[in-house]
């Protein structure tokens, strides 16, 4: 074989790997890089972009100081439970203070918004059912509910014994306090509370009675998780059978009731409606 000829392979050779190159090349980027991959490849970095600009907007943004409120804010409960044998009449008007795992509230009872709802809140929260109790639903913007104990024994108790309905002489407006209902009607309310986050009025006329307001506090109350929304209300069944322990493994994190106490007799001036 002539010198020429090797040459000449050889340059054939080196130009068949080039077209081969670049056919892969060409090849590779046809398979990948399609204008439907590119769009694809496009919007996630425009996701990935939008999450990194609002965790460093969440990250800048301090949150309010809540206001200091003059009630006490202690794990310990600020007097022992008592037996319902040993709760005396109910006052016309108290304060309960909910100590909970975001902050503190207030709300304010009224017997004569609704005598019966009153004196069972009072007997609720002297007997320390509330205790413990998870806010199962948080919906903002809606409502804030709880009152299914801790316990399932403490919740049958109460849930055998329904109160009489009582026409409601409240309009259920943003911080007002109502009990639950189920769709059988409006003599069903055992237990459970929920907070207007709204004025809510479109319930006044489906038997919902406010028995009370929250007098402080109302920012922790709009802070409270709502990362489950409506999803936990569908499980109520479950969470009476099985309490606390359905709720933690089924929906960790919700905020709960550390101890809810009757703290005085008196309602401060007005209500805490946007505080």
């Known amino acids: 074989m002539t010198a020429m000829t090797k040459k000449t392979i050889m340059a054939a050779a080196l130009l068949a790997a080039g077209i081969i190159?670049?056919?892969?090349?060409?090849?590779f980027?046809?398979?990948?890089?399609?204008?439907?991959?590119?769009?694809?490849?496009?919007?996630?970095?425009?996701?990935?972009?939008?999450a990194e600009q609002a965790e460093q907007t969440a990250g800048e943004k301090k949150p309010e100081a809540a206001p200091k409120a003059d009630i006490a804010t202690t794990d310990r409960r600020p007097e022992e439970p008592l037996s319902l044998n040993e709760v005396k009449e109910t006052p016309d008007t108290f304060n309960v203070q909910f100590h909970t795992t975001a902050g503190d509230f207030v709300v304010n009872f009224k017997s004569e918004w609704s005598p019966l709802g009153v004196e069972r809140v009072y007997k609720l929260v002297k007997t320390g059912y509330y205790d413990d109790c998870i806010f199962f639903r948080v919906v903002p913007g809606f409502v804030v509910q709880w009152g299914i104990a801790s316990e399932p024994a403490k919740t049958m108790t109460w849930l055998e014994n329904k109160l009489p309905a009582e026409k409601p002489k409240q309009s259920n407006a943003r911080g007002r306090v109502t009990f639950a209902m189920s769709?059988?009607?409006?003599?069903?309310?055992?237990?459970?509370?929920?907070?207007?986050?709204?004025?809510?009025?479109?319930?006044?006329?489906?038997?919902?009675?406010?028995v009370g307001e929250v007098v402080k506090g109302m920012d922790v109350v709009e802070k409270l998780n709502p990362k489950y929304k409506e999803a936990p209300t569908g499980e109520q069944e479950n969470i009476m059978k099985m309490g606390n322990a359905f709720l933690e493994r089924q929906f960790p994190g919700l905020d709960r009731i550390v101890w809810a106490a009757v703290i005085e007799d008196k309602a401060p001036a007005a209500p805490a409606q946007g505080k």
Do not use: C, H
């Not at 996630?44 to 939008?50: F, I, L, M």
């Not at 069903?188 to 489906?206: G, H, K, V, W």
């Open 21 to 27: 190159a670049l056919y892969g090349t060409y090849q």
């Open 183 to 210: 769709p059988a009607g409006a003599d069903t309310r055992s237990a459970q509370l929920f907070i207007n986050l709204a004025d809510n009025t479109f319930l006044d006329e489906m038997g919902f009675g406010p």
């Open 29 to 50: 980027r046809q398979e990948r890089l399609t204008p439907g991959r590119l769009k694809a490849v496009d919007l996630a970095r425009e996701r990935v972009a939008r």
